[in-house]
């Protein structure tokens, strides 16, 4: 009886053993994965919230070198928000495109300049927190605040002689 | 039959046990795999942050210096006043911070040298930039500016 009970004993204290380690495996495992996932959203996180300002600050800067030419690029106001005016030439000379923020987006809408225009028409480019344009002189300084409270910007040279610089109002 | 049974369920856990064994020694290694994959893929995630603002930080130096075509007006332009005792001769090296905007106690510096290439109806100003991190270089570019003899630029 007292050798049944000691082998009884034993093997329930290997039992337990494999057991503890087993439960130590599988919480390292548990910790790995989660540590991971949260590695991977917040990497993954970052690289959006990095590509949309300057996928952005780049969309701005190539649009403005488009259309740099003399009385083309001008900077409105529009019931408060900041509005890049780029002014089509040529045939389409009646039609402009906006660019602004609105509403945690980058809107751009190409439009009729007889037409009325309101913030908030146009087309969702890319989530960012703020765009602010600065013009002194032929100089652009664009500004964007990304979700992080993050300010990146960029400068850009007009060199056509029409643009004078500053921010016009306008009515909306 | 009772010894049997006890060496049966001892060689049968013993098994369990290097079994076990063995998997946490391959978790282990997988693990030591798979946190230096993660540790790469954010230092790679910095790096890549890091060159996205040396490149928009040096593409706006390209564009004001193409029309100022001088250092003290480009750096005072888009670094303010204070910046402008960074520069020594035909060189510059500006201390920036990690939002590549000027800081006295940067990390990063933007470095700039120009010269001059003379030609018989002006001059090229040429400007080779650098921004670079404890000595590493992270984006190198060069841009110019054509001064027409006689015509000041501004």
Same mark, same amino acid.
């Given at each position: 009886m007292g050798i049944e009970k000691a082998v009884s004993k034993n093997s329930s204290v290997d039992v337990l053993c494999a057991l503890s380690l087993f439960l130590v495996f599988s919480i390292s495992s548990l910790i790995l994965i989660t540590i991971g996932a949260g590695n991977y959203k917040g990497i993954l996180g970052e690289?959006?919230?990095?590509?949309?300002?300057?996928?952005?600050?780049?969309?701005?800067?190539?649009?403005?070198?488009?259309?740099?030419?003399?009385?083309?690029?001008?900077?409105?106001?529009?019931?408060?928000?900041?509005?890049?005016?780029?002014?089509?030439?040529?045939?389409?000379?009646?039609?402009?495109?906006?660019?602004?923020?609105?509403?945690?987006?980058?809107?751009?809408?190409?439009?009729?300049?007889?037409?009325?225009?309101?913030?908030?028409?146009?087309?969702?480019?890319?989530?960012v927190s703020e765009l602010v344009f600065d013009a002194s002189g032929n100089i652009i300084t664009i500004e964007i605040t990304d979700s992080d409270s993050i300010t990146k910007s960029a400068v850009v040279c007009l060199k056509s002689v029409g643009?004078?610089?500053?921010?016009?109002? =306008?009515q909306g | 039959m009772l010894k049997v049974n006890r060496r049966f369920a001892i060689r049968h856990l013993n098994s369990f046990f290097q079994e076990i064994i063995i998997v946490i020694l391959f978790f282990s290694l997988s693990c030591a795999i798979i946190v230096q994959v993660f540790a790469k893929a954010y230092i790679t995630n910095l790096e890549t942050e890091e060159h996205n603002g040396a490149v928009l930080a040096a593409s706006s130096f390209c564009e004001v210096f193409s029309v100022r075509g001088s250092l003290s007006g480009t750096v005072e332009l888009l670094y303010g006043?204070? =910046?402008?005792?960074?520069?020594?001769?035909?060189?510059?090296?500006?201390?920036?911070?990690?939002?590549?905007?000027?800081?006295?106690?940067?990390?990063?510096?933007?470095?700039?040298?120009?010269?001059?290439?003379?030609?018989?109806?002006?001059n090229v100003v040429y400007a080779d930039l650098v921004i670079f991190k404890e000595n590493e270089s992270l984006f190198e570019v060069t841009t110019s500016a054509y001064q027409a003899k006689g015509a000041a630029l501004e």
């Open positions: 690289t959006n919230r990095s590509f949309n300002v300057n996928s952005s600050l780049h969309y701005i800067i190539n649009k403005l070198h488009s259309y740099d030419r003399s009385g083309l690029v001008s900077i409105i106001e529009i019931d408060g928000t900041q509005v890049l005016e780029l002014s089509e030439s040529g045939d389409i000379s009646g039609y402009h495109t906006m660019i602004y923020h609105h509403d945690g987006y980058i809107y751009e809408l190409l439009t009729s300049k007889t037409l009325s225009f309101k913030i908030g028409d146009g087309e969702q480019i890319l989530p643009y004078e610089g500053g921010i016009n109002n =306008a | 006043g204070d =910046a402008v005792k960074f520069i020594y001769e035909d060189s510059v090296k500006i201390p920036l911070d990690e939002n590549f905007c000027f800081s006295q106690s940067g990390s990063y510096y933007l470095t700039a040298t120009t010269r001059a290439a003379y030609r018989e109806s002006g």
